[in-house]
């Protein structure tokens, strides 16, 4: 029951902060993925990450150009390769968002002792390579 609660909270969360930066909440997560792989990344990638197709992924890489919040540049080492590298914009204009969430984050840790926050952690991976596994699944299901 609380996972469902949590997992309902998280989605509004998620598309409330997509509104304010005039984004949908797919193209707010693909831009996520991108930031989170930690360089400039393939369209291909962010299809594999987010579970899109090629083309839904080209999409949102153009919806997110024109917002500038991404580049396509070619791959330095295979100048036939483009990828979407991240813009600053991101992280400078929109981090408020996500103060309150980081301050109440850092505030349960705190409460909780090193075995908790363990557990706690061990709990949300399982439960994300779960998501990940059952995502895929789902997927490989419609497909077959």
């Not at 968002?97 to 557990?119: N, P, S």
């Not at 952690?121 to 490989?140: A, N, P, V």
Request: one cysteine or more.
């Amino acid at each position: 029951m609380c996972g469902r609660a949590l997992s309902a909270a998280t989605v509004m969360f998620h598309t409330a902060v997509a509104d304010r930066m005039g984004l949908s909440v797919t193209d707010h997560k693909c831009l996520d993925l991108a930031r989170r792989a930690e360089g400039p990344v393939t369209a291909g990638r962010i299809a594999e990450l987010s579970g899109l197709s090629t083309g839904a992924v080209t999409g949102v890489i153009d919806r997110l150009e024109r917002a500038k919040f991404v580049r396509r540049v070619r791959d330095p080492h295979d100048r036939r390769k483009v990828l979407v590298e991240v813009l600053p914009k991101d992280s400078d204009e929109y981090s408020w968002m996500f103060q309150g969430l980081r301050d109440a984050c850092e505030r349960a840790v705190r409460e909780h002792g090193a075995e908790e926050i363990e557990l706690i952690i061990s709990y949300l991976t399982r439960m994300t390579e779960t998501l990940h596994r059952e995502t895929k699944r789902l997927q490989e299901h419609k497909n077959g």
